[in-house]
């Protein structure tokens, strides 16, 4: 259907691309899209016809983070909601990073907030050489908690401490220095790009590619436990229900700096 807000199909070869596809608000994630995003990398998760997944977005941009009118509609209510959104945002990001599948992320325009979660989560990323990043929650007095284990494991702590806590944005060169990119190429040669990547992917054995990447993460300690997993969707939760994050919200919509802004 190319009128759904999140598009897959599979060719031939078992390559499943994933198009986050709402254009008209730069592909901004919320409640449908997560869920559509969750059931989508579940399907493909299990599917044994499919041996590559690649993410990537529709009209300008990748992905401009949450929709955040949706995100101060949900703040409102109580905090059953709110742990329900949360713990959907943070399986849909745990689903894709620990994927048995190797994942590619194709990115162009903007790539903010939890597009740089999705990014982080993927196992490579090729990036257009005008796209830009930020991760940019804490302007809008929230905490991108769901998303900094795959942040910390992309681009190590002491980057998340400087990106995550100035909301900065960065470009495609910056990203590629800092690991969060692999690749940059020009301008609409995304897939050109991508072309000997997946090759090399699918020449690769299926069962050698899972145990590879899961034995590799397990290594490395990114894989994270149930009890951390359940810890930061309670974090992400109640910080949306702050008095602090109605204020960034609300700046956003009124189109102004927040209250505790002082030049």
Request: hydrophobic letters at 45%; charged letters at 20%.
């Amino acid at each position: 259907m190319s009128n759904a807000i999140v598009l897959c199909a599979t060719d031939r070869r078992g390559v499943a691309t994933v198009t986050l596809n709402r254009p008209e608000v730069n592909n901004a994630y919320n409640g449908e899209v997560v869920q559509a995003l969750l059931d989508t990398f579940t399907g493909l998760a299990a599917d044994p016809a499919v041996r590559v997944v690649v993410v990537r977005g529709n009209g300008r941009h990748f992905q401009a983070g949450a929709d955040l009118k949706w995100l101060q509609e949900i703040g409102r209510m109580d905090a059953k909601a709110n742990r329900a959104t949360s713990l959907k945002t943070a399986s849909a990001m745990r689903g894709l990073n620990d994927m048995n599948k190797p994942t590619v992320a194709l990115v162009h325009g903007a790539c903010v907030g939890g597009g740089t979660g999705i990014v982080a989560s993927c196992d490579i990323v090729i990036a257009e050489r005008t796209a830009t990043f930020a991760i940019s929650e804490a302007r809008w007095g929230m905490a991108a908690t769901v998303i900094f284990p795959q942040l910390n494991a992309a681009i190590g702590i002491r980057q998340v401490r400087r990106y995550a806590l100035t909301c900065e944005r960065f470009d495609a060169e910056r990203a590629l220095s800092l690991g969060l990119v692999h690749e940059v190429c020009a301008p609409g040669q995304l897939d050109a790009a991508a072309a000997p990547v997946i090759d090399g992917l699918l020449k690769a054995g299926p069962q050698a590619i899972a145990l590879t990447k899961r034995s590799a993460m397990i290594s490395a300690g990114a894989l994270m436990s149930d009890a951390e997993f359940e810890r930061l969707v309670a974090e992400h939760a109640a910080k949306r229900q702050t008095p602090e994050a109605a204020e960034g919200l609300q700046s956003f919509v009124e189109k102004r700096e927040a209250s505790w802004y002082v030049p």
